[in-house]
Nanobody
């Protein structure tokens, strides 16, 4: 079973940047894809970005393309989400998730979640 711990959330003004980190343990990190999701108050959890085991494939929701960058360091068992040009609508709890497959396979492939880290973007 994979254990995931996120960090890096906080309060930032619109236009600012944050970098989220997620450290994984319990399974060979380089064997599976990782994803970031978010849940805003009163809304459903939504996909933000995902990355394949090697980092060669990356996927983003449309609204964050060009502003967010997902990356991973397999030597550190860590996946990152660099968030630039933040907007108030990016305010949410951000979760990392592990896919049981080497490439992102959609919500059905996810088998582990972190506890979440809160990102608040003020206008």
């Amino acid at each position: 079973q994979v254990q995931l711990v996120e960090s890096g959330g906080g309060l930032v003004q619109a236009g600012g940047s944050l970098r989220l980190s997620c450290v994984a343990s319990g399974r060979t990190f380089s064997s599976y894809a990782m994803g970031w999701f978010r849940q805003a108050p009163g809304k459903e959890r939504e996909f933000v970005a995902a990355i394949s085991w090697s980092g060669s494939r990356r996927y983003y929701r449309e609204s964050v393309k060009g502003r967010f960058t997902i990356s991973r360091d397999n030597a550190k068992n860590t996946v990152y989400l660099q968030m630039d040009s933040l907007k108030p609508e990016d305010t949410a709890v951000y979760y990392c998730a592990a896919d049981r497959n080497p490439d992102y396979s959609g919500p059905g492939g996810l088998d582990a979640w972190g506890q979440g880290t809160l990102v608040t973007v003020s206008s």
